[in-house]
């Protein structure tokens, strides 16, 4: 894992010094190693910092120059070794025994092509001096993100981070895209091929460009192959083989140099992930976050050290106080680049800070909720699309917890006033954006747009923040559950099969019995939840108050002062059942991470 910025254009050479000092600012991501590649056409200029995981020698540092072409690359291929031999025969002798090196090898002689093969998480560079073209690329996943820019020379800018592309375009306006900030506002997310600035772009997951000197971009979505049509196996087939797919994706993951380390979040999914890496690896070491509170609902200890016990690792636990929301928040959205979703990213980003002193890589549970349907929306998706009239309706409706209640209720009531189902619940809704229908369903099946929703949209955006505070920290996050063989296998199982009498992720928890400590197969979900609905009324009321209560253009143009401070007020004296204060705090969330990347990026508005 690392990352890079470059520049290619007839203009490239003009940013050599600015590339090469803007780099040394982002060297938390690779503190490893750092290079800078100019071509001999001065076409191309590329910076790299270098996070060594995967053959720890010089041979494999960044950029990487053979048979004339050069990489710049941030990521993971843990299939890398299967090309090798093939590579081999066409005459490439290699000198290191990293990924980069094979990549480099497959891009120079087999094209780009090679990338739909590819099992990992990367974003690259790839300048070939032969023909004078850049293709830059990101993995089909959403793991990896890559922003580029164009200037009003014509010289596109790269880098895994939007600041570092301001850095070394210092004139590139600033202004903000209000359509994909009214996106974020409603929804707290937006898809991937957006950013809030109106003149940086985002690769989408799977996309590759080819920039040419004589022509403009070629743009090429580059899928994972999926093989199509449900699966039609017995239950026990079922549990036995989704087991087994995600154990090899956990030991395909465990592709190291240096040793690894487990996030524990007391959930189902990163347990399951932890006890399967055990079977694999010696010397992990797990962590866990808590919070300066007294309500259980926010400690998932007990479970993660179960788990912990039951595996034999080392188990650290990260207390969390209100106080360091108060040191770390602008810290956090600084390395974000931009607001995204999640308060929960506050939590994860006090969790990485001590972790990233430990070790470099770690296994994350991303991706089980979203491929194996875990989230309480799914259960009132489930409803509407059956009918109140069906069996299969009052068999889930029996099934029901309190908590899920409120996402049925939003989502029938929805579907009955506007013909359409939410796929995500809208927080502010003064406007409308044009990127809206990426968020509903107008289908009478919701669930399975309810899943490519979450898979397109909600992970990736979880991803990339994932990344950031990761990456921040100088770590490599890996996602076992979020592997393109495992999403093959997933998707073609029934989404009624995911939801066996509407019990959520009830096959993923029918996978874990018997890997798992029992206790956690009957544990509610809860994803690692933060107090700051609690802290917002009482320990960091002056610290919203004053953030959110001067004269802001943005924050103005979005929310006037008055109606931020009833917002304020009554959260602090008039609290609501959970779901609804828990959306009240995203909405303070919220226009605190807009206030501080306006105030910190300098962002503009044009009317």
């Known amino acids: 894992m690392c990352g890079f910025l470059g520049a290619f254009g007839p203009h490239a050479l003009n940013y050599k010094e600015r590339i090469e000092d803007t780099i040394q600012t982002i060297s938390y991501r690779g503190p490893d190693g750092e290079g800078l590649y100019v071509s001999s056409d001065g076409n191309c200029v590329l910076g790299h910092v270098r996070l060594a995981i995967l053959d720890l020698s010089e041979a494999a540092a960044q950029p990487m120059c053979k048979h004339s072409s050069a990489l710049v690359y941030n990521g993971e291929i843990y299939n890398h070794q299967f090309f090798r031999p093939q590579l081999e025969k066409k005459g490439w002798i290699f000198s290191s025994s990293s990924d980069t090196e094979t990549l480099i090898a497959g891009l120079r002689l087999n094209g780009h092509s090679i990338i739909k093969s590819l099992n990992g998480m990367f974003a690259a560079a790839w300048y070939d001096e032969r023909s004078k073209n850049l293709l830059i690329f990101r993995d089909c996943l959403g793991i990896k993100p890559l922003f580029f820019a164009t200037l009003s020379d014509s010289t ?29 506002l409603t929804f707290e997310n937006y898809p991937q091929q957006y950013s809030l600035f109106k003149k940086v772009e985002s690769l989408q997951p799977g996309e590759s460009r080819i920039f ?4 403009k971009s070629f743009v090429q979505t580059i899928e994972s192959s999926h093989q199509k049509g449900l699966l039609k196996l017995d239950t026990h087939e079922l549990i036995h083989l989704t087991r087994q797919k995600i154990e090899n994706s956990v030991r395909q993951h465990l592709l190291s140099d240096v040793p690894m380390g487990v996030y524990l979040s007391g959930g189902l999914d990163s347990s399951l992930v932890a006890c399967m890496a055990a079977r694999h690896a010696g010397g992990l070491t797990s962590f866990t976050g808590f919070f300066d509170d007294k309500d259980s609902y926010y400690d998932e200890r007990p479970y993660s050290r179960m788990v912990a016990k039951q595996i034999g690792i080392e188990f650290n636990e990260v207390k969390i106080t209100a106080n360091d929301f108060i040191n770390h928040f602008d810290k956090l959205i600084d390395h974000l680049g931009q607001p995204r979703m999640g308060m929960g990213s506050f939590s994860q980003y006090m969790v990485a800070r001590i972790a990233g002193k430990n070790r470099k890589v770690f296994l994350s549970g991303h991706g089980g909720d979203e491929l194996f349907a875990g989230y309480p929306i799914f259960k009132a998706a489930l409803l509407i699309q059956n009918g109140w009239l069906s069996a299969r309706f009052w068999q889930v409706i029996r099934h029901l917890s309190y908590n899920q209640i409120p996402w049925v209720l939003y989502m029938t009531l929805k579907r009955i006033k506007e013909k359409k189902t939410p796929l995500a619940p809208a927080l502010f809704t003064k406007s409308s954006s044009t990127l809206e229908n990426n968020f509903h369903s107008t289908s009478t099946s919701p669930l399975n747009d309810l899943q490519a929703y979450y898979q397109s949209i909600y992970l990736p955006g979880l991803l990339l923040v994932e990344d950031a505070l990761s990456m921040a920290h100088s770590l490599e996050t890996r996602v076992p559950l979020w592997s393109s063989d495992l999403i093959n296998w997933a998707n073609r199982i029934e989404m009624t099969e995911k939801l066996p009498k509407g019990q959520l992720k009830g096959l993923l928890r029918e996978v874990a019995k018997g890997i798992v400590p029992k206790a956690l197969l009957s544990a509610p979900k809860r994803g690692f939840p933060t107090p700051l609905r609690k802290w917002f009324r009482k320990e960091l009321l002056e610290y919203v108050t004053d953030r959110l209560l001067y004269s802001s253009s943005v924050l103005d143009m979005i929310i006037p002062r008055v109606e931020r401070e009833k917002l304020i007020y009554s959260h602090v004296k008039r609290p609501l059942p959970f779901a609804l204060d828990e959306r009240r705090a995203h909405r303070i969330w919220i226009l605190l991470c807009i206030e501080s990347w306006t105030r910190q990026y300098k962002v503009g508005i044009k009317y």
């Open 156 to 184: 596109v800018l790269f880098s895994s981070e939007i600041k570092a592309i301001f850095s070394v375009a210092k004139d590139l306006s600033r202004d903000l895209d209000e359509d994909v900030l009214r996106c974020y």
């Open 212 to 215: 040419s000197l004589e022509s």
